[in-house]
Nanobody, 125 residues
Framework: QVLLVESGGGLVQAGDSLRLSCAGT????????MGWFRQAPGKEREFVAA????????GYADSVKGRFTISRDNAKNMVYLQMVSLKPEDTAVYYC??????????????????WGQGTQVTVSS
């Protein structure tokens, strides 16, 4: 069973950039497609971005397209989420997730098998 640990969250101002990292232990991340989700207070967990096992295919929620970039480094067992032009509505806890199978489209939490504990991102206006 793979364990996922996110890092890189923090408090930033609107327009700033931030890079989130997700480290995998206990398993090789290239066995999984990977995704990022986020959950704001009082809201459901929502899909942000996903990347296939070897990084050849990516997918994004419409709300982050053009601003967020998901990437992975399987040699380091790491997945990243580069976020630029951050907005206050990006404020949420961001979760890294792993799925045994790649799926495209607007993904939901049930599509993923393993989750990290989350990292808080707060964007002030």
């Amino acid at each position: 069973q793979v364990l996922l640990v996110e890092s890189g969250g923090g408090l930033v101002q609107a327009g700033d950039s931030l890079r989130l990292s997700c480290a995998g232990t206990g398993g090789f991340l290239n066995a999984y497609s990977m995704g990022w989700f986020r959950q704001a207070p009082g809201k459901e967990r929502e899909f942000v971005a996903a990347i296939s096992h070897y990084g050849g295919v990516t997918g994004y929620a419409d709300s982050v397209k053009g601003r967020f970039t998901i990437s992975r480094d399987n040699a380091k067992n790491m997945v990243y989420l580069q976020m630029v032009s951050l907005k206050p509505e990006d404020t949420a806890v961001y979760y890294c997730a792993a799925a045994r199978k790649w799926r495209s489209g607007n993904l939901v939490p049930n599509d993923f098998n393993y989750w990290g504990q989350g990292t808080q991102v707060t964007v002030s206006s």
